[in-house]
């Protein structure tokens, strides 16, 4: 009994931390636009959830649910496969393809902005979007560079390992067969793979779907806390990524009203490992929490402008007139990007010199126009001149 006393003790004293953590990430990232004490934020929002999973960590258990597959050389080579399958369509001339869009050279313009200037990891991003999925190309940009490609890459990769997880979860649900079509199919999509060539972060909720779904099933059929609270951490975590995964709250609570209904008194046995799933969710989700409540309409914004244009006669010239705005804006933000695009003269060579001669030439003499031309390289082969590193 003592020893018990002292377990409840510790715990209380984590959960305790690991709400002061939360709650000061907020009084230290503020509100701004750019925090000073960005870094020590996410230090801070890193440790909050660290310390409410030890708080919540329930008893080792040994697994006996959807242990009989075995894994083997086979299913090695099969994952190989599908990984590099879906890493070759997602990286493969990764910077030309799609051409570099408005948003989402907006979007590299204001991670750009955070690698040279700060940020707010908790605040609001580019066009109202969380900011924390701006610190992920952010630092890709980086390490690389302000190039498409840095850009790009995070997608790609996040693209690459949602269809990993994806055959994984299938070979443990449905056999290797079901596994391997499984990852194949999202391995292939043409949308997800489009997806993972863009910069946005869009395909992260994929991501977060299939690790917080695949996770809580498992976490149910085998009684395993730990993977309740990685399906909360993840739920909450994706909260700070892309607006759609709002969404994903809603999928998870109806997922386990389903549970209850199928199962009756045998699920609400699952409520000390639901309470624990919920704790560590509210605690990493609480930044995003706070910014609700701060500032709603704000938050609720890149959902609200995903709405049909209105009627003729209902406004529709207001709204004309904010499409022409946004072409603009597609504009700008895609030469703004370009302009820092360093990636040297034999790269512009691979492009035009695939262009006829005449557009060639037009190409050629609009460089020459410009302020700086005059001390920019020419291209050996068209006699482009190409960006000065």
């Given at each position: 009994m003592?020893g018990?006393?002292?377990?409840?003790?510790?715990?209380a004293?984590?959960?305790?931390?690991?709400?002061?953590?939360?709650?000061?990430?907020?009084?230290?990232?503020?509100?701004?636009?750019?925090?000073?004490?960005?870094?020590?934020?996410?230090?801070?929002?890193a440790?909050?959830i660290?310390?409410?999973?030890?708080?919540?960590?329930?008893?080792?258990?040994?697994?006996?649910?959807?242990?009989?597959?075995?894994?083997?050389?086979?299913?090695?080579?099969?994952?190989?496969?599908?990984?590099?399958?879906?890493?070759?369509?997602?990286?493969?001339?990764?910077?030309?393809?799609?051409?570099?869009?408005?948003?989402?050279?907006?979007?590299?313009?204001?991670?750009?902005?955070?690698?040279?200037?700060g940020?707010?990891?908790?605040?609001?991003?580019?066009?109202?979007?969380?900011?924390?999925?701006?610190?992920?190309?952010?630092?890709?940009?980086?390490?690389?560079?302000?190039?498409i490609?840095?850009?790009?890459?995070?997608?790609?990769?996040?693209?690459t390992?949602?269809?990993?997880?994806?055959?994984?979860?299938?070979?443990r649900?449905?056999?290797?067969?079901?596994?391997?079509?499984?990852?194949?199919?999202?391995?292939?999509?043409?949308?997800?793979?489009?997806?993972?060539?863009?910069?946005?972060?869009?395909?992260?909720?994929?991501?977060?779907?299939i690790?917080?779904?695949?996770?809580?099933?498992?976490?149910?059929?085998?009684?395993?806390?730990?993977?309740?609270?990685?399906?909360?951490?993840?739920?909450?975590?994706?909260?700070?990524?892309?607006?759609?995964?709002?969404?994903?709250?809603?999928?998870?609570?109806?997922?386990?009203?389903?549970?209850f209904?199928?199962?009756?008194?045998?699920?609400?046995?699952?409520?000390?490992?639901?309470?624990?799933m919920?704790?560590?969710?509210?605690?990493?989700?609480?930044?995003?929490?706070?910014?609700?409540?701060d500032?709603?309409?704000?938050?609720?914004?890149?959902?609200?402008?995903?709405?049909?244009?209105?009627?003729?006669?209902?406004?529709g010239?207001?709204?004309?007139?904010?499409?022409?705005?946004?072409?603009?804006?597609?504009?700008?933000?895609?030469?703004?990007?370009?302009?820092?695009?360093?990636?040297?003269?034999?790269?512009?060579?691979?492009?035009?010199?695939?262009?006829?001669?005449?557009?060639?030439?037009?190409?050629?003499?609009?460089?020459?126009?410009?302020?700086?031309a005059?001390?920019?390289?020419?291209?050996?082969?068209?006699?482009?001149?190409?960006?000065?590193?």
């Amino acid at each position: 009994m003592p020893g018990l006393n002292v377990t409840v003790a510790a715990r209380a004293l984590l959960a305790a931390l690991a709400v002061a953590a939360a709650y000061s990430v907020r009084r230290v990232a503020g509100f701004e636009q750019v925090s000073p004490h960005a870094a020590a934020a996410l230090l801070l929002w890193a440790a909050s959830i660290g310390l409410a999973a030890a708080a919540c960590r329930g008893p080792r258990t040994a697994s006996t649910a959807g242990s009989g597959h075995r894994w083997t050389r086979t299913d090695g080579a099969i994952a190989l496969g599908i990984v590099g399958l879906a890493l070759a369509l997602r990286t493969y001339a990764l910077g030309e393809r799609p051409m570099l869009g408005g948003d989402e050279a907006g979007w590299g313009v204001y991670a750009r902005g955070i690698v040279s200037g700060g940020g707010n990891p908790f605040g609001f991003g580019w066009y109202g979007w969380p900011a924390l999925g701006e610190y992920v190309t952010a630092l890709s940009l980086r390490v690389q560079g302000a190039t498409i490609e840095g850009l790009r890459l995070p997608s790609a990769l996040a693209g690459t390992l949602t269809a990993a997880i994806v055959w994984a979860y299938g070979v443990r649900t449905m056999g290797r067969f079901g596994g391997a079509v499984a990852g194949l199919v999202a391995a292939t999509t043409i949308l997800h793979v489009h997806l993972s060539r863009q910069g946005f972060q869009n395909v992260f909720d994929g991501l977060f779907a299939i690790v917080v779904l695949a996770a809580l099933e498992r976490a149910w059929s085998e009684s395993r806390r730990d993977l309740f609270i990685l399906a909360g951490a993840a739920l909450a975590i994706a909260q700070h990524f892309y607006a759609s995964a709002h969404a994903l709250p809603i999928i998870v609570l109806a997922w386990i009203a389903l549970r209850f209904m199928l199962e009756g008194r045998r699920a609400a046995e699952r409520w000390r490992d639901l309470a624990a799933m919920a704790f560590v969710s509210a605690v990493a989700a609480w930044p995003q929490l706070t910014l609700v409540l701060d500032h709603p309409s704000d938050w609720l914004s890149p959902i609200s402008r995903q709405t049909p244009a209105p009627p003729a006669g209902t406004g529709g010239g207001v709204a004309a007139g904010v499409r022409v705005g946004d072409a603009g804006r597609v504009r700008d933000a895609s030469l703004a990007f370009v302009a820092v695009d360093m990636r040297g003269a034999s790269r512009l060579r691979r492009r035009c010199c695939r262009r006829s001669p005449a557009r060639r030439s037009s190409r050629a003499s609009s460089i020459s126009r410009d302020a700086g031309a005059s001390r920019r390289r020419r291209c050996s082969r068209c006699g482009s001149r190409a960006p000065s590193r």
